[in-house]
């Protein structure tokens, strides 16, 4: 007389383990795109953000417009009542160090001095993939155009975004 068995055969558990790995090949790959278009999203938002803060600094202070450490909010929290040209509070000090959900974030004010005789009278905002291919695939730029452009190639944007020839982001 045979005993019933108890508990699973070899062969049972390697079937399992086979169709996890089949599922986890599958999902992994549109987990890592998802997470790339995720990062591009809020790379596009955050040059976005600092385009917004750059004409709110230029009309608040009235000398040009403003690096990313002076849009920013210090650590020590917000100087008087409506911030500092060089601690102006406009976005926050997460954007404001430089790198966001695997993009390195620049503002870089031009032609001027960043004085009342000589304001900045034009600035370039860029964003680039820290690890081209994994955190993103495209580099962002845009000016004070307002206008976003993209690069597919993921390559450093331009100096000047507006005469760059990249096509505008939708």
Do not use: H, W
Request: hydrophobic residues 40%; charged residues 10%.
């Amino acid at each position: 007389m045979k005993r019933p068995q108890n508990g699973f055969s070899l062969i049972e558990l390697l079937i399992v383990v086979a169709i996890i790995l089949i599922i986890a090949a599958i999902a992994i790959p549109n987990l890592l795109r998802s997470r790339m278009a995720a990062n591009e999203a809020s790379a596009v938002s955050s040059v976005r953000t600092i385009n917004t803060a750059e004409v709110t600094y230029s009309a608040t202070f009235g000398i040009g417009y403003a690096t990313l450490t002076d849009l920013s909010t210090p650590a020590a929290g917000c100087p008087g009542s409506g911030g500092t040209p060089t601690a102006a509070c406009l976005i926050d000090s997460v954007l404001g160090g430089g790198t966001k959900s695997g993009y390195t974030i620049t503002a870089t004010p031009s032609n001027g001095a960043g004085t009342m005789a000589s304001p900045y009278v034009s600035f370039n905002t860029a964003a680039q993939p820290v690890a081209l291919g994994l955190a993103g695939q495209r580099s962002f730029c845009s000016d004070e155009s307002g206008v976003i452009r993209f690069d597919i190639t993921g390559a450093p944007p331009p100096a000047t975004c507006g005469s760059s020839g990249l096509p505008t982001l939708q």
